[in-house]
């Protein structure tokens, strides 16, 4: 079946730090790939997506490049900031049929100053 | 604005007294669903709704209903809660299921504690 497995967190890094959070997925064909933030006490809120191999998603600095030969669509940010600290998703639409968004179990991230 | 709410934010109830929390959506979307997040366990599917009256369970359905009786309603109800229904829970919605139309709004969460 579909699953998407993130890095276990929580991850604390300072300031201008660079980030890393790695998701994998297994899915039949090509999927579509995203990810969300969930920012305390609020909703999921999509971040970036990718809809096919080697496609760069790309917002608000944070960037993921769907990679078809690794199964994996890792999340970057050259420099994080305070007002970055919160749960991210990856999530993946799985190419065929009406099924719904799989998603992983989020990674916290604290980024203090 | 396009936007997913649902009320209440926040419920504090007792058990096997029944409860209903809604969710609606404005941007005319077919595709709804519901559902929980706990500690350690991420998201898990409750409910979905690809249209009008046409529900499916999740990953987790036990203790719950849905109802989709207009397009831009989804309300999730407790007929008789219990203190493992204790979460937060999301309401979300997307043009419809898919590949392509995977994208998900999310509503701003429904903090629930049965006690």
């Known amino acids: 079946g579909n699953s998407v497995t993130q890095m276990e967190g929580p991850v604390t890094l300072s300031e201008e730090a660079f980030l890393t959070i790695n998701c994998t997925y297994t899915?039949?064909?090509?999927?579509?790939l995203f990810w969300y933030v969930q920012y305390p006490g609020e909703g999921l809120q999509l971040l970036l997506k990718a809809t096919k191999a080697d496609d760069k998603g790309s917002n608000k600095g944070f960037e993921a490049t769907y990679r078809k030969e690794t199964t994996s669509f890792h999340l970057e940010k050259g420099s994080v900031q305070v007002s970055d600290s919160a749960v991210y998703f990856c999530?993946?639409?799985?190419?065929?049929?009406?099924?719904?968004?799989?998603f992983g179990k989020g990674t916290r991230l604290s980024v203090i100053a | 604005e396009a936007q997913v709410t649902q009320n209440p934010r926040y419920l504090i109830t007792v058990t096997g007294k029944k409860l209903t929390v809604t969710c609606s959506q404005n941007m005319n979307h077919e595709y709804m669903s519901w559902y929980r997040q706990d500690p350690g366990l991420g998201l898990r599917q409750i409910y979905y709704s690809m249209n009008v009256e046409v529900t499916d369970k999740g990953d987790v359905p036990e203790g719950y209903k849905v109802s989709r009786k207009e397009k831009r309603n989804f309300p999730l109800i407790l007929e008789s809660p219990s203190p493992n229904q204790t979460s937060l829970y999301f309401c979300?919605?997307?043009?419809?299921?898919?590949?392509?139309?995977?994208?998900?709004?999310f509503g701003q969460g429904t903090r629930l504690t049965v006690v």
């Open positions: 999530a993946l639409s799985p190419e065929w049929g009406n099924t719904p968004l799989v």
């Open positions: 899915a039949t064909g090509y999927p579509s």
């Open positions: 979300a919605s997307s043009l419809r299921a898919g590949r392509s139309e995977g994208e998900a709004f």
